[in-house]
């Protein structure tokens, strides 16, 4: 009895999880329900663009990058050189490693490089991108934080 009452809660637990969870893609869910995974992105798709941080803020705040010499950054796609006015962004997982991806906010449009995996498994982006594209960001490298961000559309290119 005790074991099926916890194998009925472990059930209701995951299925809880499963039903919270965010999109594959990063993606807000708004335009397409059937659209899901790197080939929902072949089209735009509206997302929250978040800040990843400066490489300051990103080698110092980051465990992976605090043993790399000063002004490198361990990315999770490979590489360690870093440089706040490059255009790169994180994506949701592994399979969008390497990728271009066009970002636009209105008008305005840049090209990125997915370079890294988004520990909020969205997307998230640099300073170049950031000011590419006139969205606010902030970073205090001593306390680790920031923050920054709007909505944004990707296409994978």
């Not at 005790?2 to 209701?12: C, D, E, G, V």
């Not at 299925?15 to 335009?31: F, H, K």
């Not at 994180?90 to 890294?116: E, F, L």
Request: net charge negative.
């Amino acid at each position: 009895m005790i074991l099926t009452r916890a194998i009925a809660l472990l059930a209701a637990a995951s299925l809880a999880v499963a039903c919270t969870a965010s999109t594959e893609d990063g993606t807000d869910g708004e335009e397409s329900a059937n659209a899901t995974g790197e080939d929902a992105l072949t089209s735009p798709r509206s997302v929250s663009l978040m800040y990843e941080g400066s490489c300051a803020f990103l080698h110092n705040c980051s465990a992976w990058s605090r043993k790399l010499p000063a002004g490198e950054v361990q990315w999770g796609c490979g590489g360690t050189d870093c440089s706040d006015d490059a255009l790169w962004i994180a994506g949701p997982s592994h399979s969008y490693c390497n990728r271009k991806a066009k970002i636009c906010r209105g008008t305005r449009c840049t090209t990125a490089t997915v370079r890294d995996i988004s520990d909020a498994h969205g997307w998230e982006a640099s300073n170049g991108v950031m000011d590419e594209l006139g969205l606010e960001h902030t970073v205090n490298v001593a306390a680790c934080r920031g923050g920054g961000g709007g909505k944004v559309t990707v296409q994978l290119l």
